[in-house]
């Protein structure tokens, strides 16, 4: 019979390695306003550019003859869909500092 130890994991810093510090709402900060509209405007960013994927992919696929540039073209979809996934993902957290 093995005996399992238990392992204590304390809460680790927060994003950035930076413990994140509460301030009071009175002090000053950030303005709000403006972050939510950088934020909105990265948003509107990226929903331009899903638009102009979903839309772009079906006219490149016209152009371009045979089925296998149906393959093509949706393999390579997947990995712009990835890589505009990070970029988004990196913005935001880059905007909530």
């Given amino acids: 019979m093995t005996v399992e130890r238990r392992m204590i994991v304390s809460r680790g810093p927060g994003a950035g390695g930076r413990p994140r510090e509460r301030s009071d709402p009175d002090e000053d900060g950030p303005d709000v306003t403006a972050i939510v509209g950088r934020q909105l405007r990265q948003g509107l960013l990226t929903v331009g ?3 102009g994927l979903l839309t772009g992919i079906p006219v490149i696929a ?16 997947q990995g712009i869909w990835v890589g505009l996934a990070v970029l988004q993902l990196r913005r935001a957290e880059r905007l909530e500092r």
């Fill in 49 to 51: 550019a899903v638009v």
């Fill in 62 to 77: 016209v152009w371009v003859p045979g089925p296998g540039a149906w393959v093509a073209l949706s393999l390579a979809l």
